[in-house]
């Protein structure tokens, strides 16, 4: 293992110094770690492909900014990095995206709402709408909702708010979410590992909930043995984790 570690911050300080062939050595080495958090976001309507450039692009600038005199390993360092690159990307990019004929739908159904207002003196009902435009009152609805503006986490949540109280304000907690996905992956890192009855044992104990006895009826071992393989686990788990 701290050879290892060595080798890891040897390619580390060679791909610092420009050395191609080191950082794509690190960047293959750590594709699953990359992948697995990459996965997490595959159901935003983005490539997965794309999402994994973007994290190798993270992973690239945990690499330039790594100090390879902490104590600390490359992949617990490089998650933080990772995610906030993707999300990044995310965000920039846009959170929905329209497709043109959504878009050219809602825009003839503003002008034909306009219009009728403006002839009436009144609001136009969606179904008489969706009958002027030839279209379903379900996909005209679908078509209005999709093209209202976004509204920024920013803004204010209040109209005539003096206290300065945001949308983001009202949405926060005390949950950080991107310190609870980062200490997961790097259990997982961890996990890797283990032997099979010690990565047995940290499943069922801390995912599955079970007891100590449950596990030793289930592995067919005494509770004795859980208790010690388990401490033992532990603590080899937090050095890996500390390195």
């Given at each position: 293992?701290?050879?290892?570690?060595?080798?890891?911050?040897?390619?580390?300080?060679?791909?610092?110094?420009?050395?191609?062939?080191?950082?794509?050595?690190?960047?293959?080495?750590?594709?699953?770690?990359?992948?697995?958090?990459?996965?997490?976001?595959?159901?935003?309507?983005?490539?997965?492909?794309?999402?994994?450039?973007?994290?190798v692009m993270g992973f690239i600038?945990?690499?330039?900014?790594?100090?390879?005199?902490?104590?600390?390993?490359?992949?617990?360092?490089?998650?933080?990095?990772?995610?906030?690159?993707?999300?990044?990307?995310?965000?920039?990019?846009?959170?929905?995206?329209?497709?043109?004929?959504?878009?050219?739908?809602?825009?003839?159904?503003?002008?034909?709402?306009?219009?009728?207002?403006?002839?009436?003196?009144?609001?136009?009902?969606?179904?008489?709408?969706?009958?002027?435009?030839?279209?379903?009152?379900?996909?005209?609805?679908?078509?209005?909702?999709?093209?209202?503006?976004?509204?920024?986490?920013?803004?204010?949540?209040?109209?005539?708010?003096?206290?300065?109280?945001?949308?983001?304000?009202?949405?926060?907690?005390?949950?950080?979410?991107?310190?609870?996905i980062s200490n997961r992956l790097?259990?997982?890192?961890?996990?890797?590992?283990?032997?099979?009855?010690?990565?047995?044992?940290?499943?069922?104990?801390?995912?599955?909930?079970?007891?100590?006895?449950?596990?030793?009826?289930?592995?067919?071992?005494?509770?004795?043995?859980?208790?010690?393989?388990?401490?033992?686990?532990?603590?080899?788990?937090?050095?890996?984790?500390?390195?």
């Amino acid at each position: 293992m701290q050879a290892d570690f060595k080798k890891n911050n040897s390619d580390v300080i060679k791909a610092q110094n420009g050395d191609k062939e080191a950082m794509q050595t690190l960047i293959d080495r750590n594709r699953g770690l990359i992948w697995s958090i990459v996965k997490r976001f595959q159901d935003r309507g983005y490539e997965t492909e794309d999402l994994y450039q973007v994290g190798v692009m993270g992973f690239i600038k945990c690499i330039k900014r790594f100090d390879t005199s902490f104590e600390v390993q490359l992949t617990t360092y490089a998650v933080p990095y990772i995610l906030g690159e993707i999300k990044r990307y995310l965000r920039d990019d846009g959170p929905v995206k329209i497709s043109r004929s959504i878009k050219e739908l809602a825009i003839k159904a503003i002008e034909t709402k306009e219009q009728y207002f403006r002839n009436n003196g009144q609001e136009i009902k969606i179904e008489e709408l969706a009958q002027m435009l030839n279209t379903s009152k379900e996909e005209l609805a679908m078509a209005m909702e999709a093209f209202r503006p976004v509204e920024s986490i920013y803004q204010p949540a209040y109209d005539c708010d003096e206290d300065g109280i945001n949308l983001i304000d009202k949405m926060q907690s005390e949950t950080n979410q991107e310190e609870i996905i980062s200490n997961r992956l790097c259990i997982q890192e961890a996990l890797k590992n283990l032997k099979d009855q010690e990565k047995q044992i940290i499943v069922l104990r801390y995912y599955k909930g079970k007891t100590q006895t449950e596990v030793a009826k289930i592995l067919g071992i005494t509770q004795v043995q859980v208790s010690r393989i388990e401490k033992k686990t532990l603590e080899h788990m937090r050095v890996k984790l500390a390195i």
